[in-house]
């Protein structure tokens, strides 16, 4: 059974940066494309940030030359480094593999306000 553990969110001021981590248990993680995601109150978890096995990323736009993603295979763990932090990236960070329906952990509370 795979595991998802989020870490490294907190409070943080407009313009700060916050590194989270997520780590995976119970699969062979170099094989998946891996993803973050963000969760505002009320509303559908969305995609901010992708990286395939290897080096290729994708981001959305809102977070676009703000957030690195990046990935040791040899930990298991999957990185976001989000800086020149805003209001608005203020949610729960969660990640997983898309498409592929592992279970979500509990994700990691961002929040960013002066």
């Known amino acids: 059974q795979v595991r998802l553990v989020e870490s490294g969110g907190g409070l943080v001021q407009p313009g700060g940066s916050l590194r989270l981590s997520c780590t995976v248990s119970g699969t062979i993680f170099n094989k998946y494309i891996m993803a973050w995601y963000r969760q505002y109150p009320g509303q559908q978890r969305e995609r901010i940030a992708t990286m395939n096995t290897i080096t290729n990323t994708d981001y959305a736009d809102s977070v676009k030359g703000r957030f690195t993603i990046s990935r040791d295979n040899a930990k298991n763990t999957l990185y976001l480094e989000m800086n020149r932090l805003k209001p608005e990236d203020t949610a729960v960070y969660y990640c997983?593999?898309?498409?592929?329906?592992?279970?979500w952990g509990q994700g990691t509370q961002v929040t960013v306000s002066s």
């Open positions: 997983n593999a898309p498409g592929l329906n592992w279970d």
